[in-house]
């Protein structure tokens, strides 16, 4: 007898402000080949509905689902995600054990209500195994499984270095240290300065591509004090870089066209976290086979150290700096290209779709409602190279 195919679906929207990673897209797209997965579907407005007949719902950040602070909707999403619990298996995709910077009673509640209800996780890294089984211990009874962050190939193919570094305005020679994407807090964009400082040659830039935290993440003001908090950390910001001659900010969201450009202009790409479990960062710089630098910290210092890039101690100014210099003179080395053949070669879409939908199958609940009975587990490609 032949066995059904897998009905998905992924909580999450891919318009808006997701389009500036496109994670969920190719984690989507990833599924449709696959000849065990009948059909995906995807979006936040499911939960808006009263169907219920997918095998496996996938949640990812659990803050995008829920208005930050209301309670009301807390207790809806609570009680539709026991109705869909009765006929799915519950997956959560676990990017972070609690949100970046939020840390208020309401956000604790609800990633515990949604670590409750999984039936099974994923992760990024072993890292994550761990933090997760340490903070909701009633976890680590259940399913998981543990997968690469996908490459990022669908920026396309590397720029040429010296054509980039015109296109954006940048200096023709010497090093160029791209810090990408939104840093979320003041101290983030104070380790980017830290870190352009370290011994990188006579000339080096640091180029600042993405958003700067111009806005308090906690508090709710009225649109003109917003505004002008704004301007004012804007205007700190610039004049950080006003002040050095070798620091360039753009901030703005950067368009997917432009993003193969910008990691192609840089020589070292530096993730500036102080506390963060993952980061795309790490992905992006191996897929255009940049030496990346990040902190020693959850699955980005357990990646980055399996694959030889540099670690710092975030908290540790020498260490910072001693990861810089480290990362200067392994430019000529084969750690670069090694990584892009890590992100190609075991950080393919295709090869992770797979991996879950075998992990997804062993979750498939029965008539009565339960979890199949399962002795053996889906284990990541990472698992088995290690083992």
Request: glycine fraction near 6%; hydrophobic fraction near 40%.
């Amino acid at each position: 007898m032949s066995v059904a195919k897998l009905r998905i679906l992924v909580l999450s929207d891919v318009n808006g402000g997701a389009r500036a990673n496109p994670f969920t897209i190719e984690l989507i797209k990833s599924f449709w080949p696959n000849q065990d997965v009948q059909h995906v579907d995807y979006g936040s407005f499911w939960l808006a509905t009263v169907r219920d007949d997918w095998d496996i719902v996938l949640i990812q950040w659990p803050e995008l689902l829920v208005e930050q602070g209301d309670f009301s909707a807390l207790a809806v999403f609570e009680r539709r995600l026991a109705s869909l619990k009765a006929r799915s298996s519950i997956v959560t995709l676990v990017h972070n054990i609690r949100p970046h910077y939020r840390h208020s009673d309401f956000d604790s509640s609800l990633y515990s209500m949604v670590f409750s209800f999984s039936d099974a996780f994923i992760h990024l890294g072993q890292k994550s195994v761990e933090m997760l089984n340490q903070f909701y211990p009633h976890t680590a009874t259940r399913p998981s499984i543990v997968i690469p962050h996908g490459n990022y190939r669908c920026f396309g193919p590397a720029a040429d270095k010296v054509a980039a570094r015109k296109l954006l305005g940048l200096p023709r020679e010497g090093v160029v240290v791209l810090v990408f994407g939104e840093l979320r807090a003041t101290e983030e964009f104070n380790l980017a300065l830290k870190a352009i400082k370290s011994d990188l040659g006579p000339k080096k830039t640091l180029l600042i591509a993405g958003r700067v935290p111009l806005r308090n993440r906690n508090g709710r003001y009225g649109r003109i004090v917003a505004y002008a908090t704004a301007a004012s950390r804007l205007i700190f910001f610039l004049g950080q870089v006003i002040l050095r001659h070798n620091i360039v900010l753009h901030e703005r969201a950067v368009p997917a066209r432009e993003v193969s450009s910008y990691v192609s202009c840089a020589d070292i790409i530096f993730i500036a976290r102080k506390n963060t479990l993952n980061s795309g960062n790490v992905s992006l710089g191996f897929t255009y086979g940049k030496i990346v630098v990040g902190p020693d910290i959850g699955n980005i210092g357990e990646v980055l150290r399996g694959a030889g890039n540099p670690v710092y101690d975030p908290s540790d100014n020498e260490s910072l700096r001693l990861a810089m210099e480290e990362a200067y003179q392994m430019l000529d080395s084969t750690t670069g290209k090694n990584n892009e053949i890590l992100s190609r070669n075991e950080w393919n879409w295709e090869g992770i779709a797979q991996d879950l939908v075998m992990f997804f199958k062993s979750l498939r609940r029965t008539s009565a409602g339960d979890l199949e009975d399962s002795s053996t587990s889906a284990r990541s490609r990472i698992e088995r190279k290690s083992s």
